[in-house]
């Protein structure tokens, strides 16, 4: 590296001791700069100025008019709000004079609003739609970013017309509503009053059912606990039934044993039969008496059973009213009410639950008339019974005497119809308690029907409540209806403002822009672009006005890597100044930055990046690596994002886009002057960085290699005496070692067998130039046609040519390089075995130098 250092030292001091020199490096270090300064002033506002393009309107509208919205001229409206609008230079004029101003570009546009516009519009409320149009003529000859212009003017026109005509059909249908509004507040209350009325007679109604039902309730409570009663009542007569049943077979079997003893007792005496009769007399009263007992009981529980069917007649009466009541307001509510449908529902189960209990009235009445026939019975068979004993005993006493004749046998007679008689009043009685079990059972029956019927009252009383309440909450509602202000404010005191609405109708939303990374001006957004074209321009005249070959004055053993590195070291830090003045500069102007240390530091790696790829080429291809820069600075200006976004540009340029150095340059800075995102910002600086290396690399690697060629570039160059060159400061590649050794062992044979090689090339030679001079002239020439016959993308083709050409070019390099060294090659057959021996021992020396002698070629 201490050769590095030495050789900027001194190109430093040279520049030092020569004052002219310094004016030529300030106007390197300052001019580029100029470049982007005044490019950014020029594009700062731009867009501010367009209210100074001129564009005519020509108004040809007449008008129209229709039943919604009246007489209207939409034309002159249109007129109007142009004149507020200032986004152009709106001249409004006949016909004749906007086409004489667009054609003599006074005029970048003309708007014509033919004669029928208005009528095509209102077309709208009659459902025959024609749509309206608007005559728009662009003057593209003025320039290409007016037209783009006058396209937003005529996009705001569209707007207007838009705007402008809802508006106006607004204004009329807001009229409409403020009127029927006002009808509808009259109709309003006039409802209100109606349907307070219907609810406050439903509720009524429901209040008069619900107290009804409460009736009902208790009259089934009452029922519920007579039967009850009766069902006691009912368990004491099965007691005595039961008691009657026991003594009347105690009289039976006593009857029995009396009538089985009559022949043993027959000679008994008369006191001993007068016992007997005495204890059957007394029989027969304690049976006439458990039948009388009977008969009470059972009167007892029939009268229970009538009071209880009368009571539940009552209760199926009232049932039958609450049933009908309910029905009369359930029809009395409206149709689509919600509460109708269940309280129908309601009643139906209510009129059925009647009937089941009107059915089992009947039945208990059928055997409450049953139980009196058998009390009946059972009174007959008591009385006949008393008959009977009474006879018996009569005659008893009156044949007393004749106990022993017909008297034994008329007694026998007599207590055989007693037990019969005995028997079948037993057979009545135990009829008498089937008959009482089964109206216990009716009454069980009953009770149930009068409990379901309690449960059925309950429920259609708690629907009657729910629904008094909604009807409640309805009356509320509806009151609340009449003196609510809700559409009062939604219409306002004194009805809707068309005006307002027609407004709201024509723009109903408003764009409200957020900037993420707001900036100054729009030369602050062109800055990133003009920038890198300045670091590149700037590095690309640094190499076409200084030298770029390096010799070797009071440096030793100065090799090719040293010198390389030495000139691109003093062209670096011009490099960075340029950057550095730009910076400066466009700061000074008034652009934004984010990072001012951020953007300093992207300007300097972006500058140091370009030098690196433009010096690389330069040094090592000379003339055609400079030609490169130039096709690269106009390639990227399109393909690297500078402008427009890479999706606006062909697929060639979105391509090529990640391989283009422009593309992180300009993201650097941007990411300086706008903001900051993620680590974009050390991405791009990064891949500027890969640039810098890759042709770095190039440069001292593949340098060397290109010495004879450069060379013979060089001195073609200078013969030609128009062009600016300079001598190449790189030593002559020497010799091959195979070369000299053929040439020193058969001299004759080396120079006949070149000599052969070079006559045939000689002969082709001519044919090659030519063609590659036909082709030059031909291929361009097609393509051309190409360009202008097929739709393919035209970058493909360009590019296509300037591929062509590079290959051209770079086939005549190798084509006069192979005649350089045939050339050569035979001036080494001409020297003398001593100067062969030399240049052997030249070629060694210049290997251990470590000039790059030893490398192939």
């Known amino acids: 590296m201490g050769n590095v250092w030495r050789v900027f030292k001194r190109d430093v001091l040279r520049l030092l001791k020569v004052p002219p020199a310094l004016v030529v490096v300030v106007a390197l270090l300052v001019l580029p700069s100029v470049y982007t300064w005044y490019n950014v002033l020029g594009f700062w506002n731009p867009y501010d100025n367009t209210g100074n393009l001129r564009v005519c309107v020509v108004n040809q509208d007449e008008g129209a008019s229709s039943e919604l919205t009246g007489e209207l001229r939409v034309g002159d409206m249109i007129v109007e709000k142009l004149h507020e609008n200032t986004q152009l230079k709106w001249d409004f004029t006949d016909y004749d004079d906007a086409m004489a101003q667009l054609d003599a570009g006074r005029a970048y546009a003309a708007f014509v609003i033919p004669e029928d516009f208005t009528a095509d519009l209102l077309t709208l409320t009659t459902g025959d739609f024609t749509q309206p149009s608007i005559e728009y003529y662009v003057n593209e000859k003025a320039g290409p970013v007016a037209p783009k212009i006058t396209d937003a003017g005529a996009t705001t026109l569209d707007e207007t017309v838009n705007s402008t005509f809802v508006s106006t059909v607004s204004d009329a249908v807001a009229e409409s509503v403020d009127d029927a509004y006002d009808r509808s507040q009259e109709q309003l209350g006039q409802t209100r009053e109606g349907a307070l009325g219907k609810i406050a007679g439903a509720l009524d109604a429901i209040a008069s059912a619900r107290e009804a039902l409460g009736r009902v309730g208790d009259a089934t409570s009452s029922a519920r606990t007579r039967a009850d009663g009766a069902r006691s009542d009912l368990d004491q007569a099965r007691d005595g039934i039961e008691a009657a049943e026991r003594s009347l077979a105690t009289m039976s079997d006593l009857a029995s044993r009396t009538r089985q003893g009559l022949d043993a007792f027959s000679a008994s005496a008369m006191p001993a039969a007068s016992q007997s009769l005495l204890a059957l007399s007394q029989a027969a009263v304690r049976a006439d008496a458990a039948v009388g007992k009977l008969n009470g009981a059972v009167g007892e529980a029939q009268g229970n059973i009538g009071a209880t069917i009368a009571e539940g007649q009552q209760a199926l009466e009232r049932g039958r009213e609450l049933a009908a009541e309910l029905r009369r307001a359930a029809e009395a509510l409206p149709e689509d009410d919600a509460a109708r449908e269940p309280l129908l529902a309601a009643v139906a189960d209510l009129e059925r639950r009647n009937a089941d209990a009107e059915a089992d009235l009947a039945s208990l009445a059928g055997l409450n008339d049953e139980a009196g026939g058998v009390s009946q019975t059972a009174s007959d068979a008591s009385a006949a019974l008393s008959g009977a004993v009474e006879a018996a005993v009569t005659q008893a006493q009156g044949y007393s005497d004749g106990l022993f004749g017909s008297t034994l046998p008329a007694l026998g007679s ?160 011009m490099a960075v100044l340029q950057a550095v003045i730009c910076c400066a500069g466009v700061l000074a102007i008034g652009v934004h930055a984010a990072s001012v240390p951020a953007l300093f530091f992207a300007a300097a790696v972006t500058s140091l990046s370009y030098l690196s790829i433009i010096y690389a080429l330069s040094v090592t291809l000379q003339h055609i690596g400079k030609g490169i820069c130039i096709i ?201 075995d001593e100067r062969l021996l030399e240049l052997a021992s030249a070629r060694n020396a210049v290997e251990r130098s470590g000039e790059g002698g030893g490398q192939r070629g």
């Not at 007599?414 to 037990?419: M, Q, V």
């Not at 057979?427 to 309690?454: C, F, H, I, Y």
């Not at 890198?532 to 090799?559: C, H, S, Y």
């Open 414 to 573: 007599a207590l055989g119809t007693l037990s019969g008689t005995a028997s079948s009043l037993s057979a009545a009685v135990g009829n008498q308690r089937l008959l009482v079990d089964q109206a216990s059972l009716a009454l069980a029956q009953l009770a149930s029907t009068l409990e379901s019927a309690a449960e059925a009252v309950s429920q259609t009383d708690g629907l009657l409540a729910t629904l008094q309440d909604e009807l409640a909450l309805v009356r509320t509602d509806v009151t609340a209806v009449g003196g609510s202000g809700a559409l009062s404010e939604l219409f306002g005191e004194e009805g809707l403002d068309a005006a307002k609405i027609a407004d709201f109708m024509g723009s109903p939303t408003e764009l409200v822009t957020e900037q993420l990374y707001p900036l100054d001006a729009y030369g602050s957004a062109m800055a990133p672009l003009f920038m890198n074209l300045t670091f590149w321009i700037g590095a690309f005249m640094l190499l076409v006005i200084m030298k770029q070959e390096v010799d070797a004055e009071g440096i030793p053993r100065l090799t090719l890597a040293q010198r390389y590195l030495g000139r691109f070291l003093l062209l670096a830090a």
């Open 632 to 832: 690269l600075v106009f390639a990227q200006i399109p393909g690297a994002t500078g402008l427009y976004p890479i999706e606006m540009t062909s697929g060639f340029f979105q391509a090529l886009y990640p391989f283009f150095p422009f593309t992180y340059g300009i993201g650097a800075l941007r990411e300086a002057i706008f903001g900051f995102y993620g680590t974009m910002y050390a991405g791009d600086l990064a891949m500027l960085g890969v640039f810098f290396a890759v042709f770095m690399a190039l440069g001292l690697l593949v340098r060397p290699l290109m010495a004879n060629v450069n060379r013979m570039v060089a001195d073609q160059v200078r013969q030609g005496g128009l062009f600016n060159g300079e001598n190449v400061e790189i030593p002559v590649r020497p010799y091959r070692f195979s070369q000299i050794v053929r040439a020193l062992s058969d001299r004759d044979e080396y120079r006949a067998t070149l000599e052969a090689r070079y006559e045939r090339f000689r002969r082709w030679y001519p044919r090659l130039i030519k063609g590659a001079v036909v082709l030059g002239v031909a291929v361009p020439a097609a393509l051309v046609v190409v360009f202008a016959l097929t739709p393919a993308e035209k970058v493909w083709v360009l590019t296509f040519w300037l591929g062509f050409i590079a290959a051209l070019f770079v086939f005549v390099v190798v084509v006069e390089s192979l005649r350089c060294s045939f050339e050569r090659q035979l001036r080494l057959g001409s020297l003398s």
